[in-house]
């Protein structure tokens, strides 16, 4: 069956949905301790979609303990690589039958262009999942160099119980970086999306069920932050917690496991990243990637590329063209197809993006494009600043919505030191046809991706992560295996 092309299609897919208000534990749907509960809404318009569970320390530890019986049980921590790989295959076809469901679902409960959710979101995670599925049965352990009279094995092994604790901005995508890997390699997890975008994780969970994976295995907490996310984060029997979003989330997390059993925390958090534009590049495609650098998404991305860096032998040149780009962006409904801007998380983070422009206007950066809301106050025009410096607010501090920051600068010097003088190190930029520029450059920016000649490049074939406050740890390709599993040496001696 082929996908609604018309905003009408997915007005009448959204029509027969259901939307699922339990939590996810030990295979079945779970209302709260004391049904408690909070309002998931939709951003584009305001309604509450559901009241949804919200998870208490009491469903955190029933969830916490079914994961921790099934791992120990041994039906898929101790299932061979190739039954794991059979499963997360049929998930990851699963996710494909149902991509419109899904890309709905995502497309409400965040409001980002439903066409996003369906051509980019969705496909890449069952691409991920089957890319992570594909290769567990490709991976041997090593043999240590010990003299002939002992033999000495590296095993990798699953941690165990695996808190996985997500953000609302790309809500399968993010979660399935950490299930997949971790799911591959025999782990049992404990996920809790963030409390705006609960749907697409929870019919995940229900595909996962009818793909073959056992009870318990994967577990799902909706609710609060402060209340199930810090259940998780403090629990003794989770071995590992991987997390994906703020910075000041991120140390509260360091600091839960401090507090309780020292369970590995891998962060991945916050950025600011810088685009830089010398003015040796192809300038038409500078501006277009720096559109998309800053633009999609709603500008909701960590490695939205916010500071924009340019030679100000070009800069009048590339903000003429940049804000003529921009104005072009359709910004809507994020049902219509044709909707390339959607909306905004939620009321309170538009106030807080407008108080960062108020802020950027007093301090003398000057407003080129946008800079307000429509009268719902859901949806934020695409706001370019020029002329700001790297110490005013906007250039330092983490907006997380489509406002971009023109800074110039007059040599390669001055660009490196501008980029890095940031407490954030997620991802980079370089726009330049000078290979050796480019090179050099590359290897002085801290970030942990740069992506030359184009903007946030990722797959799930390379690591991605941050430097400084970005976090620590990889998400994505082989590398993200280290957070998932434990390295056994297994030392024999021989008689
Ligand atoms: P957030 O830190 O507010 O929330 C992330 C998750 O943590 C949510 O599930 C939330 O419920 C939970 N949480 C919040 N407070 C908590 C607490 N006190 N204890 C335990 N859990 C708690 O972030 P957000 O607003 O959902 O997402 C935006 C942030 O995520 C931005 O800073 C962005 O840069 C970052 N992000 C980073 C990456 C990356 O890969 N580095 C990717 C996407 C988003």
Known sequence: ??????????????????????????????????????????????????????????????????????FESGTWSMSSPSHRKEVLKKLAALIRENQDELALLESLNMGKPVADALNLDIPGSAACIEWYAEAIDKIYGDVAPTDANNVATI?????????????????????????????????????????????????????????????????????????????????????????????????????YSAESNMKQVWPETGGKSPNLIFADCDLDKAVEGAVNGIFFNQGEVCSANSRILVDNKIRAKFVEAFVEAAEKLVIGDPLDPETQVGAIIDQAQVERILAA??????????????????????????????????????????????????????????????ANNSIYGLAASVWSNDISRVYRVSKRLRAGTVSVNTVD???????????????????????????????????????
Not at 198 to 226: C, F, Q, R
Not at 378 to 391: A, C, G, K, N, Y
Request: proline residues 5%; aromatic residues 8%.
């Open 155 to 255: 095993t990798r092994e699953p941690v165990g119980v695996v808190g996985a604790v997500v953000p609302w901005n790309f809500p399968l995508d993010i979660a399935v970086w950490k299930l997949a890997p971790a799911l591959v390699t025999g782990n049992s997890v404990v996920l809790k999306p963030a409390e705006e975008s609960p749907h697409t994780v929870l019919k995940l969970a229900e595909l996962a069920k009818e793909a073959g994976l056992p009870d318990g295995v994967l577990n799902i907490i909706t609710g609060i932050g402060s209340v199930a996310g810090q259940a998780l984060g403090l629990h003794h029997d989770v071995d590992s917690l991987v997390f994906t979003g703020s910075t000041a989330t991120g140390k509260r997390f360091l600091k």
């Open 357 to 418: 422009i108020e802020t950027a206007k007093q301090q003398g950066a000057k407003l080129v494009l946008g800079g307000n809301a429509d009268l719902s106050k859901r949806f934020l025009h695409p706001t370019i600043f020029d002329q700001v410096t790297p110490s005013m607010d906007v250039a330092k501090e983490e907006i997380f919505g489509p406002v971009a920051s023109i800074i110039g600068f007059d040599s390669e010097e001055e660009a490196i030191a501008i």
């Open 1 to 70: 069956m082929s996908s609604p092309t018309t905003k009408q299609g997915w007005l009448e897919l959204k029509n027969t949905l259901v939307y699922q208000d339990k939590a996810w534990i030990d295979g079945k749907w779970h209302s709260a301790y004391g049904d408690e509960t909070y309002e998931v809404t939709n951003p584009a318009t305001g309604e509450t979609i559901v009241t949804m569970a919200a998870c208490q320390q009491q469903d955190v530890d029933l969830a916490v303990s079914a994961a921790k019986r099934t």
């Open 457 to 495: 490049a990722l797959d799930f074939t390379t690591p991605f992560g941050g430097y400084k406050q970005s976090g620590f740890g990889r998400d994505l390709s082989l590398y993200a295996l280290d957070k998932f599993t434990q390295l056994k040496t297994t030392w024999i001696k021989l008689s």
